[in-house]
Nanobody, 112 residues
Framework: QVQLVESGGGLVQPGGSLRLSCTAS????????MGWFRQAPGKQRELVAS???????YYADSVKGRFTISRDNAKNTIYLQMNSLTPEDTAVYYC??????WGQGTQVTVSS
Protein backbone atom coordinates (compact mmCIF):
# COMPACT_ATOMS: atom_id res chain seq x y z
CA GLN A 1 0.00 0.00 0.00
CA VAL A 2 0.99 3.58 -0.62
CA GLN A 3 0.09 6.50 1.58
CA LEU A 4 0.19 10.17 0.63
CA VAL A 5 0.68 13.05 3.05
CA GLU A 6 0.19 16.61 1.84
CA SER A 7 1.17 19.90 3.40
CA GLY A 8 1.58 23.55 2.58
CA GLY A 9 -1.87 24.97 1.94
CA GLY A 10 -3.19 28.12 3.53
CA LEU A 11 -4.44 31.66 3.03
CA VAL A 12 -2.48 34.02 0.81
CA GLN A 13 -3.13 37.40 -0.73
CA PRO A 14 -3.45 37.83 -4.50
CA GLY A 15 -0.02 37.91 -6.08
CA GLY A 16 1.45 35.83 -3.31
CA SER A 17 3.09 32.42 -3.31
CA LEU A 18 2.66 29.05 -1.67
CA ARG A 19 4.46 25.74 -1.92
CA LEU A 20 2.66 22.44 -1.56
CA SER A 21 4.39 19.17 -0.69
CA CYS A 22 3.24 15.60 -1.03
CA THR A 23 5.20 12.64 0.28
CA ALA A 24 4.48 9.08 -0.71
CA SER A 25 5.37 6.20 1.59
CA UNK A 26 4.91 2.46 1.53
CA UNK A 27 5.22 0.21 -1.51
CA UNK A 28 6.37 2.84 -3.98
CA UNK A 29 6.77 1.75 -7.58
CA UNK A 30 10.20 2.15 -9.14
CA UNK A 31 8.70 4.27 -11.91
CA UNK A 32 5.74 6.44 -11.17
CA UNK A 33 3.90 9.60 -12.05
CA MET A 34 2.49 11.96 -9.48
CA GLY A 35 0.48 15.08 -9.88
CA TRP A 36 -1.63 17.79 -8.37
CA PHE A 37 -5.34 18.26 -8.98
CA ARG A 38 -7.62 20.90 -7.60
CA GLN A 39 -11.33 21.25 -7.01
CA ALA A 40 -13.06 24.55 -6.46
CA PRO A 41 -16.58 24.73 -4.96
CA GLY A 42 -19.17 23.71 -7.53
CA LYS A 43 -16.56 22.68 -10.08
CA GLN A 44 -15.08 19.42 -11.26
CA ARG A 45 -11.69 18.26 -10.10
CA GLU A 46 -9.07 19.27 -12.63
CA LEU A 47 -5.46 18.34 -13.29
CA VAL A 48 -3.10 21.18 -12.45
CA ALA A 49 0.31 19.63 -13.06
CA SER A 50 2.03 16.26 -13.20
CA UNK A 51 5.56 14.90 -13.28
CA UNK A 52 6.87 11.46 -14.18
CA UNK A 53 9.98 9.62 -13.10
CA UNK A 54 11.96 11.20 -15.94
CA UNK A 55 10.84 14.58 -14.62
CA UNK A 56 8.73 15.23 -17.69
CA UNK A 57 6.09 17.73 -16.68
CA TYR A 58 2.61 18.73 -17.74
CA TYR A 59 0.79 21.92 -16.79
CA ALA A 60 -2.76 23.07 -17.27
CA ASP A 61 -2.92 26.19 -19.43
CA SER A 62 -4.34 28.17 -16.53
CA VAL A 63 -1.18 27.74 -14.44
CA LYS A 64 1.60 27.73 -17.05
CA GLY A 65 4.29 30.23 -16.18
CA ARG A 66 3.06 30.58 -12.61
CA PHE A 67 3.25 27.09 -11.10
CA THR A 68 6.22 24.73 -11.06
CA ILE A 69 6.06 21.07 -10.19
CA SER A 70 9.18 19.24 -9.07
CA ARG A 71 10.14 16.04 -7.36
CA ASP A 72 12.75 14.63 -5.02
CA ASN A 73 13.00 10.93 -5.80
CA ALA A 74 15.14 10.22 -2.75
CA LYS A 75 12.32 11.50 -0.56
CA ASN A 76 9.44 10.27 -2.75
CA THR A 77 8.13 13.80 -2.56
CA ILE A 78 6.68 16.16 -5.10
CA TYR A 79 6.28 19.88 -4.74
CA LEU A 80 4.07 22.49 -6.33
CA GLN A 81 5.47 25.99 -6.21
CA MET A 82 2.63 28.40 -6.87
CA ASN A 83 3.43 32.02 -7.69
CA SER A 84 1.34 35.00 -8.76
CA LEU A 85 -1.70 33.44 -7.16
CA THR A 86 -5.15 34.79 -8.01
CA PRO A 87 -8.55 34.23 -6.39
CA GLU A 88 -9.31 31.81 -9.24
CA ASP A 89 -6.66 29.49 -7.81
CA THR A 90 -8.70 29.03 -4.65
CA ALA A 91 -9.50 25.35 -4.30
CA VAL A 92 -8.73 22.18 -2.43
CA TYR A 93 -5.54 20.78 -3.90
CA TYR A 94 -5.11 17.01 -4.05
CA CYS A 95 -1.97 15.02 -4.59
CA UNK A 96 -2.34 12.02 -6.87
CA UNK A 97 -0.18 8.91 -7.25
CA UNK A 98 -0.27 6.88 -10.45
CA UNK A 99 -3.74 8.11 -11.31
CA UNK A 100 -5.55 6.13 -8.65
CA UNK A 101 -4.47 7.18 -5.15
CA TRP A 102 -5.42 10.52 -3.63
CA GLY A 103 -4.09 12.55 -0.77
CA GLN A 104 -6.39 14.04 1.83
CA GLY A 105 -6.41 17.44 0.16
CA THR A 106 -5.13 20.80 1.33
CA GLN A 107 -7.05 24.06 1.13
CA VAL A 108 -5.55 26.97 -0.78
CA THR A 109 -7.39 30.26 -0.40
CA VAL A 110 -6.33 33.37 -2.29
CA SER A 111 -8.04 36.42 -0.90
CA SER A 112 -7.31 39.95 0.25
Amino acid sequence: QVQLVESGGGLVQPGGSLRLSCTASGSIASVYTMGWFRQAPGKQRELVASINSARRTYYADSVKGRFTISRDNAKNTIYLQMNSLTPEDTAVYYCNYMGYLWGQGTQVTVSS
